[in-house]
């Protein structure tokens, strides 16, 4: 059969709006009590949650557990079928398991019901409804309601696996807002990726100690242009301070450039009327994010790092943020 576009794209539509639908329709009937006491159980869980399911439902809680690691909440994914073969070792008393099947009648999920019991850990069931294997053995049982799958067979799981998603992802972020879960932690988890690095603090990237490239208030442009170019890394700045450390100017490469561009470099004459007195500055704790927005905004190249005394104790190249790949 000739590939009919127009159809495809009438179904495509239809699979989103039947999706879009069943969460919406979920979102209604929440049973708040229900949900309410899923998120307890997982704030007050002192061991793991262990997510479980068989297949597409398998697949989603790996999903739904790899979400609650990242924020706060410890899990791991257990296979229900290596479940029963001897990993079920991995479950303990002060575990919750958290066990998702469509129909609540999976065979090897269900199997996992009085093990699980036996072990002592309480059971949150995802699945249609508590009339069902898997939802009459649970401690508790968080329904997905009934919608059609968007197969137009009706067979794939499509919806079902929708909404199971969505609400593994509503209880755990009301888990993490529970917890007061912070940036700063959620940073601490994602060490590698884009987000994390934009959560790391500035103190984190700073160039500091021997590549801190200081000098002293009345100091000469000729002393300043030696401590820019003998500085380790060659950071194109220098900070002025007085003999407290505090900061009180900054001079750049561009303000050698502009000397340069007027005719003459007045080596010999103090550096305080040639320096920009109240630069941008930043502090260890902000966020690199916050940072990479403040060098947007000013189109600056270099600022420098001062504690809550006004003191500097760093200083921050955009070729830093650069080489942490923000």
């Known amino acids: ?38 998120c307890e159980l997982l704030l007050a869980c002192t061991g793991r949650v262990v997510v479980t399911g068989m297949g597409k439902a398998g697949l989603v809680g790996q999903k739904i557990s790899a979400t609650l690691a990242s924020t706060g909440t410890p899990s ?17 008393p002060e575990d919750v398991v958290l066990a998702l099947s469509k129909s609540g009648g999976t065979r090897e999920v269900v199997q996992l019901l009085g093990p699980v019991r036996a072990i002592g850990a309480p059971i949150i069931a995802l699945c249609e409804s508590a009339d069902s294997p898997l939802g ?30 969505a609400l593994g992802d509503a209880l755990a972020m009301a888990v993490l807002e529970g917890r007061d879960f912070t940036r700063e932690e959620f940073a601490r988890f994602h060490p590698a990726g884009s987000l994390g690095k934009q959560l790391m603090q500035v103190g984190e990237i ?3 100690g021997a590549e801190l490239p200081l000098v002293t208030i009345g100091s000469t442009v000729a002393d300043v242009l030696a401590v820019m170019s003998q500085t380790p890394g060659r950071p194109g700045a220098a900070l002025v301070v007085d003999q407290d450390q505090k900061l009180r ?19 010999g004459e103090a550096i305080d009327s040639y320096m920009a007195a109240d630069p941008k500055r930043l502090q260890p704790q902000e966020l690199v994010g916050e940072a ?35």
């Open 249 to 267: 100017g900054i001079f750049t490469d561009g303000d050698l450039r502009r000397m340069a561009e007027g005719g003459s470099i007045p080596v």
């Open 1 to 38: 059969m000739a590939f009919d576009g127009k159809r495809a794209l009438a179904r495509g539509k239809q699979v989103l709006e039947l999706e879009a639908e069943a969460v919406r329709l979920l979102a209604d009937a929440l049973d708040g009590p229900a949900f309410l006491r899923a």
């Open 206 to 208: 700073m160039r500091d």
């Open 76 to 92: 791991l994914f257990l296979h229900p079928g290596e479940a029963l073969h001897g990993d079920l070792g991995r479950v303990r």
């Open 292 to 326: 990479l927005r403040a060098f947007r905004d000013t189109h600056v190249d270099q600022m420098p790092v001062v504690d809550d005394d006004g003191r500097v104790v760093g200083l921050v190249d955009v070729q830093d943020l650069l080489e942490v790949r923000i």
């Open 136 to 165: 009459g053995g649970a401690d508790l049982v968080l329904s997905l309601g009934q919608a059609p799958e968007a197969c137009p067979l009706g067979l794939a799981p499509t919806v079902s696996t929708t909404v199971m998603l």
